[in-house]
């Protein structure tokens, strides 16, 4: 039988009088990886945080959360409260012992304090130099780099051998070197691991994973590709049964129909007979003892018909929640041939190297290169955002640049959703923009809220919805880490959107799972 990390009962949690998720009842087996993966907003973060018995949260869920083994957590925007990697680590009484003890100025106690532990500065310094971390105790983390920063967290974690893990998004800024040693570590973690995460990679190397919507947890066993199959035959399950019933309902009303013409008929000719010679006390019996008869077929028929419009709608409102988007655009290429050419070109930060490539109309590449080498300042001066130091670039299309935050300029952030679809297009009504709008789900007062206030994934769909109606014709696209922060279903969108635009893309990622599903061969590595 295997062996429970934590068991959760009846688990609600509700947020300034709104309900985020009620009732959940699931269980996190121990030594093995499971990941809670979902739409953006529907309260993953806030879950890791109730299971970490976060005190913030102590008058705002009901429930039962029992913990059979020890466990420590990372979440999504942590920040490292030290000076050096070994304050970092939280070895640092061990590490100034030793150090003394070296120097030959050990205070009476330092000899007490390593006993047992003498192996274990070669065991720290191995994690470290694993993570391509540097390997001094006293080093400053004011020197490392925002990914940096995540490994030495994710390395203090993993010295914990016997605790169960709770982390959340722990790939994010990692570059895909980093990601292959997150994997590793995460594998040789005996004790195992809840992992909130949208990293295709990581989510196909797991055990089992638990899907949170608007219907609640639901477990699928496996990895990714499992769940992704067994998503599959759920929507077409949903898809079958919302056909059959509309179908239904259809048959319904032409025998409601039917049934209304007969009911007309028989009284016409009932009232001629009436009319005629027949008696009129047994007519009327007869009369009274069909239209009993004919209301009790409505009565069912009512019935029926009823049930089907809520149960119609009930798999309506399913599939919204759980089947994905898809997304394209009707734009095409004009130009012909080469577009864009750079000539040893010296990037202002980042990478010393001349940079030399050219991109023919219609052409997509992965950028590919580890954290800090100029990947965005590349992007950034190809779209004349940036000065270069030396070189040439040639570019003879118009081109559009989105961060990782899916904004066109620095001032979007601060847009609602119409001023800044008008931007695009200012000739497109509001009216127009609403509907497009809510083809994709977002409806009502969300139109008026800013970019800012948005999920990633909004994020997204309102700028693709932006190109794609764009006044000014763009061919050339170029992505920084636009997967970054989004969950599975938006990656989906968004590769959809690139695997079918027809311009030329270059898109920089660390998941090489999603430059697979944006069907992506080429690749130029910095």
């Given at each position: 039988?295997?062996?429970?990390?934590?068991?959760?009962?009846?688990?609600?949690l509700?947020?300034?009088?709104?309900?985020?998720?009620?009732?959940?009842?699931?269980?996190?087996?121990?030594?093995?990886?499971?990941?809670?993966?979902?739409?953006?907003?529907?309260?993953?973060?806030?879950?890791?945080?109730?299971?970490?018995?976060?005190?913030?949260?102590?008058?705002?869920?009901?429930?039962?959360?029992?913990?059979?083994?020890?466990?420590?957590?990372?979440?999504q925007?942590?920040?490292?409260?030290?000076?050096?990697?070994?304050?970092?680590?939280?070895?640092?009484?061990?590490?100034?012992?030793?150090?003394?003890i070296?120097?030959?100025?050990?205070?009476?106690?330092?000899?007490?304090i390593v006993?047992?532990?003498?192996?274990?500065?070669?065991?720290?310094?191995?994690?470290?130099?694993?993570?391509?971390?540097?390997?001094?105790?006293?080093?400053?983390?004011?020197?490392?780099?925002?990914?940096?920063?995540?490994?030495?967290?994710?390395?203090?974690?993993f010295?914990?051998?016997?605790?169960?893990?709770?982390?959340?998004?722990?790939?994010?800024?990692l570059?895909?070197?980093?990601?292959?040693?997150?994997?590793?570590?995460?594998?040789?973690?005996?004790?195992?691991?809840?992992?909130?995460?949208?990293?295709?990679?990581?989510?196909?190397?797991?055990?089992?994973?638990?899907?949170?919507?608007?219907?609640?947890?639901?477990?699928?066993?496996?990895?990714?590709?499992d769940?992704?199959?067994?998503?599959?035959?759920?929507?077409?399950?949903?898809?079958?049964?919302?056909?059959?019933?509309?179908s239904?309902l259809?048959?319904?009303?032409?025998?409601?129909?039917?049934?209304?013409?007969?009911?007309?008929?028989?009284?016409?000719?009932?009232?001629?007979?009436?009319?005629?010679?027949?008696?009129?006390m047994?007519?009327?019996?007869?009369?009274?003892?069909?239209?009993?008869?004919?209301?009790?077929?409505?009565?069912?028929?009512?019935?029926?018909?009823?049930?089907?419009?809520?149960?119609?709608?009930?798999?309506?409102?399913?599939?919204?929640?759980?089947?994905?988007?898809?997304?394209?655009?009707?734009?095409?290429?004009?130009?012909?041939?080469?577009?864009?050419?750079?000539?040893?070109?010296?990037?202002?930060?980042?990478?010393?190297?001349?940079?030399?490539?050219?991109?023919?109309?219609?052409?997509?590449?992965h950028?590919?290169?580890?954290?800090?080498?100029?990947?965005?300042?590349?992007l950034?001066?190809?779209?004349?955002?940036?000065?270069?130091?030396?070189?040439?670039?040639?570019?003879?299309?118009?081109?559009?640049?989105?961060?990782?935050?899916?904004?066109?300029?620095?001032?979007?952030?601060?847009?609602?959703?119409?001023?800044?679809?008008?931007?695009?297009?200012?000739?497109?009504?509001?009216?127009?923009?609403?509907?497009?709008?809510?083809?994709?789900?977002?409806?009502?007062?969300?139109?008026?809220?800013?970019?800012?206030?948005?999920?990633?994934?909004?994020?997204?769909?309102?700028?693709?919805?932006?190109?794609?109606?764009?006044?000014?014709?763009?061919?050339?696209?170029?992505?920084?880490?636009?997967?970054?922060?989004?969950?599975?279903?938006?990656?989906?969108?968004?590769?959809?959107?690139?695997?079918?635009?027809?311009?030329?893309?270059?898109?920089?990622?660390?998941?090489?799972?999603?430059?697979?599903l944006?069907?992506?061969?080429?690749?130029?590595?910095?």
């Amino acid at each position: 039988m295997t062996k429970q990390a934590c068991i959760i009962q009846h688990l609600t949690l509700e947020l300034d009088h709104q309900k985020i998720f009620s009732g959940l009842n699931f269980q996190l087996p121990a030594s093995k990886i499971t990941a809670l993966t979902g739409r953006n907003g529907q309260g993953k973060s806030l879950l890791i945080e109730l299971l970490s018995n976060n005190p913030s949260f102590s008058n705002s869920y009901t429930g039962h959360i029992n913990w059979q083994v020890q466990y420590a957590k990372l979440s999504q925007l942590h920040r490292i409260q030290a000076k050096t990697i070994a304050e970092a680590l939280e070895i640092d009484i061990y590490t100034t012992a030793f150090q003394r003890i070296e120097n030959a100025s050990a205070h009476f106690n330092d000899y007490d304090i390593v006993d047992g532990k003498w192996h274990l500065l070669q065991e720290w310094r191995q994690i470290l130099a694993n993570a391509d971390l540097p390997i001094s105790f006293d080093y400053s983390i004011d020197h490392l780099s925002e990914g940096q920063k995540t490994k030495l967290a994710l390395c203090r974690l993993f010295l914990l051998k016997d605790h169960y893990l709770l982390l959340d998004e722990p790939s994010n800024h990692l570059d895909q070197n980093s990601r292959k040693w997150l994997l590793t570590c995460l594998q040789q973690h005996t004790a195992g691991a809840l992992i909130v995460s949208h990293d295709l990679d990581l989510l196909e190397s797991v055990d089992c994973i638990f899907e949170l919507n608007q219907l609640g947890l639901q477990q699928y066993s496996g990895h990714y590709s499992d769940f992704s199959v067994q998503k599959t035959l759920q929507i077409n399950s949903f898809e079958k049964q919302h056909e059959f019933n509309k179908s239904e309902l259809k048959r319904i009303q032409l025998k409601q129909h039917a049934t209304r013409m007969k009911a007309e008929k028989r009284q016409h000719s009932g009232k001629k007979l009436r009319d005629g010679s027949q008696h009129k006390m047994f007519l009327d019996m007869k009369m009274n003892s069909a239209q009993k008869t004919l209301n009790h077929v409505k009565k069912q028929q009512t019935k029926q018909s009823e049930e089907l419009h809520v149960s119609i709608e009930e798999n309506k409102s399913k599939l919204e929640i759980i089947k994905p988007q898809m997304f394209e655009f009707a734009s095409s290429s004009i130009k012909k041939g080469e577009i864009l050419r750079l000539k040893q070109i010296q990037l202002i930060y980042g990478s010393s190297t001349p940079i030399s490539f050219s991109l023919h109309a219609g052409q997509k590449i992965h950028l590919n290169a580890a954290n800090g080498t100029g990947k965005s300042t590349l992007l950034k001066t190809i779209q004349q955002d940036l000065t270069f130091k030396g070189g040439e670039i040639f570019k003879n299309v118009q081109s559009i640049y989105l961060n990782q935050q899916f904004y066109l300029n620095d001032h979007a952030s601060q847009l609602n959703v119409l001023s800044y679809l008008n931007e695009f297009n200012p000739d497109i009504k509001e009216v127009s923009w609403r509907n497009l709008l809510g083809q994709l789900r977002i409806r009502n007062d969300k139109v008026f809220q800013t970019l800012e206030q948005l999920s990633g994934g909004e994020r997204l769909k309102v700028t693709l919805l932006g190109m794609s109606q764009s006044k000014l014709p763009f061919e050339l696209l170029l992505l920084d880490e636009p997967d970054n922060h989004l969950d599975i279903e938006s990656k989906q969108l968004l590769a959809s959107a690139i695997k079918n635009y027809q311009g030329a893309i270059i898109l920089v990622s660390h998941d090489q799972a999603f430059v697979d599903l944006c069907e992506i061969q080429d690749q130029f590595t910095l």
